[in-house]
């Protein structure tokens, strides 16, 4: 897949301009979860909309499993999109060269890890990735991350929705770090 900038996600990869849109970010400004290369259109909806309620920034790493549009993000980000702070990145190696990448942690998130993400301290810089639905994360993704994650599940399952298990994670870090200070509004 060629990477196709995209209108409304070029148009919405800017400052934060509303005050309470900025009261947002304080204790996570430098938090990021990171999609590498997405396969469901769905999924990545829903990461901007988790992204935007939380006030964290979104990478996304391409090349995406489907056509990135409008069509296609619209029904599942909403309106949330004018609210997400999001990076698109060509490819892992412009990933790992942005600037916001020349700080923090890379955290990624797998089901082969052996380190239960309740038992990780979290540091306010830190980029926590999630893999592909059908591949995971490949061996130099694995071999670039700082620590892997898992989320403790009962005996016989395999391992859940990527964006539930990035909500999850990502629920845990804020709240190591303080990232829910200040913040208001309901479920």
């Keep these: 897949l060629e990477f196709r900038p995209l209108r409304r996600i070029a148009a ?6 509303s005050p309470r849109a900025s009261s947002l970010l304080s204790g996570s400004d430098r938090m990021r979860l990171a999609l590498f ?15 935007a309620c939380l ?15 409008d069509k296609n993000l619209g029904r599942v980000a909403m309106d ?17 060269g942005a600037p916001e990448r020349q700080q923090g942690r890379l955290i990624i998130l797998t089901t082969a890890a052996e380190t ?13 990735m999630l893999g592909r639905e059908s591949a995971g994360l490949p061996p130099e993704v ?13 005996a016989g399952a395999r391992s859940l929705n990527v964006i539930i298990t990035g909500a999850m994670v990502l ?5 190591q770090t303080g990232g829910f200070a200040n913040r208001i509004g309901m479920a």
């Design 12 to 17: 919405i990869a800017r400052p934060l301009e």
């Design 116 to 128: 239960d993400l309740y038992d990780f301290s979290f540091e306010s810089g830190d980029t926590l």
């Design 80 to 96: 949330y999109g004018k609210l997400a702070q999001i990076q698109r990145h060509n490819s892992w190696s412009d990933f790992q």
């Design 37 to 51: 290369q997405p396969d469901i259109p769905q999924n990545l909806g829903a990461g901007i909309r988790l992204c």
């Design 142 to 154: 694995h071999g670039a991350a700082n620590a892997r994650l898992r989320v403790p599940l009962v």
């Design 55 to 69: 006030g964290v920034n979104l990478d996304i790493i391409e090349p995406c499993g489907f056509p990135v549009s």
């Design 171 to 175: 629920g845990e870090a804020l709240r």
